[in-house]
């Protein structure tokens, strides 16, 4: 049994994957004679297309973002071809009887062991290229997430080191039921998936790959944050059974995905959902969600082969705008930087503390025609949505007034551009996140620019505290339902309110029971959450009238601690009708 992070909720039991055996054990094969040649042209094959992706992804990039950015591309290749790495893989075959996988590793291991030895910074930044190569390399050798892999047959529990965006979307036709990773938070790349799929998940299992192996049985608690690795008969007994009730309540809970979305008095809600692509936002029409209230453009650049065009772009956000329910759908622009990075935007600028550095708008502004090529291409898809169709567009991390009336600008020069060039487009309203708490405090005159806004809690609650939410040493401070906040989110909601300006709150407090109903009761209407949530949801709101909701929250206000506020709303919540301690983490 190990404990890590309970990120998404429920219980599921399975055969364990483990992705990060795409690196295989230099000492777990060896090649018989006349198995070399083979390996040493396998090799050489994958070189090849590995050197041919980075020629290309150069020229693309350097076109599209500047010669800069496409640098970072001319190192990797430089580093694929150079001779001491290609000589020291092929001898480990020819003379070590290693597969090319296997001598990969050998080699990262060789590399980490060195550049850890240096105190130059800009060597040791180099072992994230020397990776990244090898990496690339290791995906073509490997079976590891190719749709005909003989391991993907489900149902499975992922086991991986972190779960970048690229896996998760080749894992997309898998029958994953469960996801664990030795790194990663509440707010990491494989939580927002899992959440977004309604699949169990644990993160920050410290030490679990060298534990498991692929074909192990393992159990994930989303609950508690615990995973069991080969359990015997009778815990395996008791985790089936919670699994059953796993799936069951969520069942009972999917009846109430047709139903309209209002409260126990009737008040009307709108439960929107926040999606990562297309799949989810056909996820998110099959739950019932009225609408997408975040769709996240990161992950099509996290998960394209190279950078999208204009085309590519529009092609999506149509193909999004489409499947959203009853086509509403507000796309947030590019939101790259802290823990999410592109090789071609920011990679190879290391910074001491990225959180509060390069990201986000601040990226955007630094590279303007990158950045209006993603709003040519939501105006573009906007024309070709209906007239009843609502497309709104949402700028990330707005600090200022300054930034808002910029975006603002940055927008109307787009239209211009593609009105002199005869090109179709509608104007669509333009919105800003709160996640920042200068935002929070001047949000009176900055909204005075902004057609709608939505708070961000995930990175508000980040720099509110003070406390980067994936270090474990100080993630606990990292808590949605502690005093200031709360007190926060309240004067935040006010505002706008009073200001007569449309409100969403799309982090993951949005989903959570606890916070939902003390959202509600500070005036809230409008959540958007991971589709796999609005059932439930929805199921809540039913039984809880507003005037319950603000008398939960009066009382909260004059609580002192975060435990104090735990305690009073799991009691609270305890009274209505369903039990939700299966559907939450820790």
């Not at 036709?173 to 996801?179: A, C, K, P, S, Y």
């Not at 126990?264 to 959902?273: F, S, T, Y």
């Not at 474990?472 to 926060?488: A, E, F, I, W």
Request: hydrophobic share 45%; charged share 25%.
């Amino acid at each position: 049994m190990r404990k890590g992070v309970a990120v998404s909720p429920g219980v599921a039991v399975g055969t364990a994957y483990c992705i990060h055996e795409i690196f295989v054990d230099p000492d777990a094969k060896r090649l018989a004679d006349r198995e070399v040649t083979a390996e040493l042209a396998r090799y050489e094959a994958a070189r090849d297309r590995v050197g041919a992706e980075l020629q290309a992804l150069q020229q693309k990039v350097g076109k599209q973002v500047g010669r800069e950015a496409a640098a970072i591309f001319a190192v990797h290749e430089a580093i694929l071809r150079d001779s001491a790495f290609t000589n020291r893989v092929r001898g480990w075959i020819v003379n070590d009887r290693l597969t090319a996988q296997a001598g990969l590793h050998r080699l990262l291991e060789e590399y980490t062991a060195l550049f850890a030895r240096t105190d130059d910074e800009y060597l040791r930044e180099r072992l994230g290229d020397v990776r990244d190569v090898v990496v690339r390399l290791s995906a073509y050798l490997s079976d590891v997430l190719k749709p005909d892999s003989t391991a993907l047959q489900g149902p499975l529990i992922v086991v991986a080191d972190e779960l970048l965006p690229s896996q998760a979307v080749a894992l997309g036709d898998v029958e994953v039921q469960g996801i664990v990773t030795q790194r990663g938070s509440q707010t990491s790349h494989a939580a927002i998936i899992a959440r977004s799929r309604g699949i169990p998940a644990v993160a920050g299992v410290q030490g679990i790959l060298p534990l498991v192996k692929t074909g192990d049985t393992i159990v994930v608690d989303g609950r508690s944050g615990v995973v069991v690795i080969n359990p015997d008969a009778e815990v395996l007994s008791a985790y089936l059974k919670l699994q059953r009730e796993f799936v069951a309540l969520q069942g009972q809970f999917a009846e109430n995905r047709d139903l309209p979305a209002k409260t126990a008095d009737g008040v009307p809600l709108a439960i929107l959902a926040n999606i990562n692509g297309v799949a989810d936002a056909e996820a998110a029409a099959a739950m019932g969600a009225a609408g997408v209230g975040l769709y996240r453009t990161e992950y099509l650049y996290l998960t394209h082969h190279d950078v999208p065009d204009e085309e590519e772009q529009l092609e999506i956000y149509r193909r999004i705008i489409k499947a959203s329910p009853g086509h509403v759908v507000t796309i947030r622009t590019l939101d790259i930087g802290g823990d999410k990075t592109v090789p071609f935007l920011g990679h190879a600028h290391q910074e001491a503390n990225p959180f509060l550095g390069w990201r986000s708008i601040r990226l955007s502004f630094e590279n303007p025609e990158f950045f209006a090529t993603q709003i040519r291409a939501v105006l573009r898809a906007a024309a070709s949505a209906s007239e009843q169709d609502q497309v709104r567009l949402m700028f990330p991390m707005i600090t200022t007034l300054e930034e808002m009336r910029r975006v603002r600008s940055m927008v109307r020069r787009s239209e211009q551009r593609l009105e002199r060039e005869g090109i179709e487009f509608r104007r669509v309203p333009l919105g800003m996140m709160v996640e920042v708490p200068a935002a929070a405090i001047s949000l009176d005159t900055i909204m005075e620019v902004a057609d709608f806004v939505s708070i961000g809690s995930n990175d508000l609650v980040q720099y509110l505290m003070a406390a980067d939410r994936d270090n474990p040493k100080v993630s606990h401070l990292c808590q949605p339902l502690s005093p200031p906040v709360l007190r926060v989110l309240r004067q935040i909601i006010r505002t706008c309110n009073a200001g007569d300006k449309p409100v969403t709150l799309c982090g993951e407090m949005a989903g959570n029971p606890h916070a939902f109903l003390l959202l509600l009761g500070m005036g809230l209407r409008q959540f958007s959450m991971s589709p796999a949530f609005i059932p439930r949801m929805k199921k809540l709101a039913s039984i809880v009238s507003c005037k319950q909701a603000e008398k939960m929250l009066a009382s909260v206000m004059e609580l002192k601690t975060t435990a104090q506020i735990k305690r009073f709303m799991s009691n609270q919540l305890s009274t209505l009708a369903f039990d939700f301690s299966l559907l939450e983490s820790s």
